[in-house]
């Protein structure tokens, strides 16, 4: 018995030893294109499998039926998932074949996850396998949009992709330079609901100052992230120019009007500001004639963008432009409440200028 115990001991002392001569050694091939056995290949998604099984556990998953998070994430989906898994609009470019794993076609892939699982994937990517986590973490509210666009892509045609996804760079429609942006930004395609901000006429100092706050992490956003990979500083000027001179369709007043909340309170608040909770009036930097250029107008933009908006600047999470400290202090103390009925009273407004 003492003799075995010995030998185990001595085994256990040796062999990371061991493990690291044959590591050293240079015998195990860590080419992609022999790929895995196939015991190594099952052993790692059962590991896989099962690690976002458990990691998924208790999550609340958040109602999913929003239409309006469909363009939003199919559009992020053509920028930012299509080039490895393919759409239902184009195959799988050929060089993803020589990844190892290769991704995979999602479409049979989706029914075999939940929700909550299919979160955990895109939220945190998967460990050695080229899938990449969500580039921006707290926003936990565009990860949902697109877990929402998966469960559709079952199913979707081509035709139905691409009115989610909106024209493909190239095809002919509108300027070559903003071709990526309008897919998302075109003012045909937003509505009261939408999650999308409008920019046309918006400040072109304001919309400058987010691009480049994008670029430089400073505003938290993967999707916005991700369209701006490749754009450069002066980039940013001129497309902030172009959306800036162009006009409103405006969503019409009727497509804006709230729900449930209270935009009356909403105007008092933002028109007195609430000094018991050190809540200043919205409209001393907002929607002012003479107000500096690089605060944005709120008016007209949609009841879910401004109240997600808000709940971010409040929760810390949204960062922004030079100036965005002055609005996380401006909110930090509102309700929800507050936003709900902040964001009614701004969105039924009429579009100034
Ligand atoms: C650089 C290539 C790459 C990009 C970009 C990428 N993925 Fe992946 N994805 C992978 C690989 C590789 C796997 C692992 C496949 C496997 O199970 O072996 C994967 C796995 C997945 C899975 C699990 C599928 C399954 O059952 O195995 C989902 C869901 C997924 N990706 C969604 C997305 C979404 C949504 C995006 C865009 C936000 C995205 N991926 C971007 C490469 C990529
Ligand atoms: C995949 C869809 C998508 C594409 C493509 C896209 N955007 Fe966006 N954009 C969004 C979303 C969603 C937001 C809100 C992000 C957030 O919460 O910060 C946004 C926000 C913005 C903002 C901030 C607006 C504000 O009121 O604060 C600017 C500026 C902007 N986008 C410009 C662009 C430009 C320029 C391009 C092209 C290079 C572009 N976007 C491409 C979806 C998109
Ligand atoms: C002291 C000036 C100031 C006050 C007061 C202020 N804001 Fe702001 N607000 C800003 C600035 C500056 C930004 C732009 C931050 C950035 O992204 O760089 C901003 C951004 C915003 C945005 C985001 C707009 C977009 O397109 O993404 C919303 C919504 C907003 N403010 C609403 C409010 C509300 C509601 C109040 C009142 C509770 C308020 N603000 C009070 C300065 C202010």
């Known amino acids: 018995m003492f003799v075995r115990w010995k030998y185990l001991i001595a085994a256990a002392v040796v062999a990371p030893f061991v493990g690291l001569f044959v590591a050293w050694s240079g015998l195990i091939g860590i080419g992609a294109s022999s790929g895995h056995w196939s015991i190594t290949d099952w052993f790692l998604h059962y590991t896989m499998r099962s690690s976002i099984r458990t990691a998924a556990l208790g999550k609340t998953v958040p109602p999913l039926d929003s239409p309006e998070m469909l363009p939003m994430a199919a559009g992020h989906y053509e920028q930012g998932c299509a080039m490895c898994h393919g759409s239902p609009a184009r195959a799988r470019p050929a060089v993803v074949f020589g990844m190892l794993p290769v991704p995979p076609e999602l479409a049979p892939q989706v029914p075999t996850w939940t929700n909550a699982q299919?979160?955990?994937?895109?939220?945190?990517g998967v460990r050695f396998t080229g899938m990449p986590a969500w580039a921006a973490e707290h926003r936990e509210d565009e990860v949902w949009a697109m877990v929402a666009f998966l469960r559709q892509l079952p199913g979707m045609d081509a035709a139905r992709y691409r009115q989610l996804a909106g024209p493909a760079p190239g095809e002919p429609?509108?300027?070559?330079?903003?071709?990526?942006?309008?897919?998302?930004?075109?003012?045909?395609?937003?509505?009261?609901?939408?999650?999308?901000?409008?920019?046309a006429g918006q400040s072109p100092d304001y919309l400058r100052d987010s691009l480049v706050a994008y670029l430089e992490g400073e505003r938290h956003s993967g999707i916005m992230q991700t369209a701006v990979n490749g754009l450069k500083v002066d980039d940013a000027g001129r497309l902030a120019a172009y959306f800036a001179g162009l006009p409103r369709n405006g969503i019409a007043a009727a497509d804006r009007k709230p729900r449930?909340?209270?935009?009356?309170a909403g105007e008092q608040l933002a028109l007195r500001g609430r000094p018991e909770?050190?809540?200043?009036?919205?409209?001393?930097?907002?929607?002012?004639?003479?107000g500096n250029p690089a605060f944005p107008r709120l008016s007209g933009q949609s009841v879910p963008y401004l109240a997600q908006q808000l709940r971010l600047f409040r929760d810390g999470y949204r960062g922004g432009g030079p100036f965005s400290h002055l609005m996380t202090r401006a909110a930090d103390n509102l309700t929800d409440k507050d936003i709900e009925d902040l964001a009614a009273y701004y969105a039924g407004r009429e579009a100034v200028r």
Do not use: M, W, Y
Request: aromatic share 2%; glycine share 8%; hydrophobic share 40%.
């Open 118 to 124: 299919l979160f955990q994937i895109v939220q945190h």
């Open 173 to 199: 429609a509108g300027q070559a330079a903003v071709l990526g942006c309008q897919s998302c930004h075109a003012e045909d395609r937003l509505n009261g609901r939408s999650l999308i901000p409008s920019l």
């Open 260 to 264: 449930g909340a209270d935009a009356a």
């Open 277 to 290: 909770n050190q809540i200043p009036a919205c409209s001393t930097c907002h929607e002012k004639a003479d």
